[in-house]
């Protein structure tokens, strides 16, 4: 490895990496693309021409072990993150990997303690946790800007996406390739920002329907929570909703906040003084400032608040909150469909 650079190979350059992360690896300071592969090795071909990167692959494995490649993010499917990453630590190579980290909590501590033993190092790309919109968040609750924290709401409802079919290659909805419904991949983000702000939820407990979709995963999830402080909170996903909904909010006893979690529109906070918008856009590049965090930690110049451990924590309240949908969630659940509780709709 280079001394001032980090070299990354990237495993499965889909549409993950197209813009939202990709370009990230190049851009940040530090940083250099030399690899991609894809099992489709003509698109895997393409991604590099397209993207000015010097080698493509058609096997994860041989990835890895370029010699040039010091260090690799895989950006799979979940069902796949788990493989590639071992991989990595085998090759004793730091990774990083996409959120949600893997489909349960076993597979997060197969990863952790295979990085462990290789003395490497694993981020999760939960990027939140670098963008200056959530940042800020962070910064105005740590402040005491809205007085004691005293309750946290978060809403989100959307309609059933239409390419929501597993046989049409909707992984996001597929047990085996994403570990659960659409929960995993957009809830994921705001339990780990929760996390984040408040250190790991406490006494999480929840409940999952399937209620008006054609997939067998949850489409509806309620759950409350306390947070480190104690304080209580409550948050639901709806993704069979003829009303949309996306808002997060922190109120306090002498203020309130609030923020879209996927929109990019301006923080909102209210007191007794008014409303005053902070309008902080998303880089064009939403993943960069976590990869220029990761690019840091590798050089010794900083460290990245997004690794496997704080992963782990959110798959584990995931876990927590889908348990009885799937009739639990410490084995290949994935496999056995027909036995979930919750597949039957109400």
């Not at 991989?87 to 190579?93: H, R, V």
């Not at 003395?119 to 959530?134: C, D, E, H, I, N």
């Not at 996001?172 to 991949?185: E, K, M, Y």
Request: with cysteine; aromatic share 8%.
């Amino acid at each position: 490895m280079k001394s001032d650079v980090i070299r990354w190979g990237i495993i499965g350059c889909g549409d993950v990496t197209e813009v939202k992360s990709g370009p990230g690896f190049q851009k940040a300071r530090g940083s250099q693309l030399v690899a991609v592969m894809r099992r489709n090795g003509t698109l895997a071909a393409d991604y590099a021409r397209r993207h000015g990167v010097p080698r493509w692959y058609d096997d994860a494995r041989a990835l890895v072990h370029d010699p040039e490649v010091d260090a690799v993010y895989v950006a799979t499917p979940p069902g796949a993150h788990v493989d590639g990453a071992l991989l990595a630590a085998a090759a004793g190579k730091p990774c990083h990997v996409e959120k949600p980290m893997a489909r349960h909590t076993p597979e997060c501590d197969a990863m952790i303690s295979a990085f462990a033993a290789a003395k490497q190092k694993l981020f999760v790309a939960y990027y939140r946790r670098a963008l200056p919109r959530f940042l800020k968040v962070r910064d105005l609750l740590a402040d005491g800007a809205i007085g004691t924290l005293t309750g946290i709401t978060y809403r989100l409802a959307s309609p059933t996406p239409v390419n929501a079919d597993p046989a049409t290659g909707a992984w996001r909805v597929s047990a085996a390739n994403a570990g659960g419904g659409l929960f995993l991949d957009l809830g994921s983000h705001l339990l780990d920002f929760l996390d984040f702000c408040g250190g790991p939820l406490q006494d999480t407990r929840g409940c999952a329907a399937r209620l008006a979709s054609p997939y067998e995963v949850e489409d509806a999830i309620a759950m409350t929570f306390r947070t480190a402080a104690g304080v209580p909170g409550s948050a639901s996903w709806n993704f069979a909703s003829l009303a949309k909904d996306d808002t997060l909010e922190f109120s306090g006893t002498t203020g309130r906040l609030a923020i879209n979690f996927y929109a990019n529109d301006p923080v909102r906070f209210e007191t007794a003084r008014g409303v005053e918008h902070f309008d902080m856009p998303n880089p064009p590049h939403v993943a960069q400032p976590l990869i220029q965090s990761v690019v840091d930690d590798l050089l010794g110049r900083g460290s990245c608040p997004s690794t496997g451990e704080s992963a782990r924590r959110t798959s584990a309240v995931m876990d927590r909150v889908l348990d009885e949908y799937y009739g639990g969630r410490t084995d290949a659940f994935w496999t056995r469909p027909q036995t979930w509780p919750g597949r039957r709709r109400t």
